[in-house]
């Protein structure tokens, strides 16, 4: 089991900056890539952006440039650096994590969600 809790969402204005964090707990070593989602009302979950265990990088075309996603496995906590923040990025943003193990031929696999951090951004 995972145990993921995120913190430092709020309000801001347009333009304004936050940074999200996502502390996991648990069986930490087995995680593999981390993900931010977001979800605004009557809209579809989408996919902020993600980073492997090794570090690499994807997100979505609406973010780059202004969202950096990193972790630090030392901490075993994921962070979401948000700049230049638009109203259309309000939501709800929420940590997941993909968890493997088992042989490498024969690899399990669970995935585990946070229950989330408002982000509203005012013009």
């Known amino acids: 089991q995972v145990q993921l809790v995120e913190s430092g969402g709020g309000l801001v204005q347009v333009g304004g900056s936050l940074r999200l964090s996502c502390a996991a707990s648990g069986r930490t070593r087995n995680i593999a890539t981390m993900s931010w989602y977001r979800q605004a009302p009557g809209k579809q979950r989408e996919l902020v952006a993600s980073i492997s265990s090794s570090g690499t990088t994807d997100s979505a075309d609406s973010v780059k440039g202004r969202f950096t996603i990193y972790r630090d496995n030392a901490k075993n906590t994921l962070y979401l650096q948000m700049n230049s923040l638009k109203p259309e990025d309000t939501a709800v943003y929420l940590c997941?994590?993909?968890?493997?193990?088992?042989?490498?031929?024969?690899?399990?696999?669970?995935?585990?969600w946070g229950q989330g951090t408002q982000v509203t951004v005012s013009s």
């Open positions: 997941h994590a993909v968890v493997q193990w088992g042989p490498v031929e024969r690899q399990y696999e669970a995935t585990y």
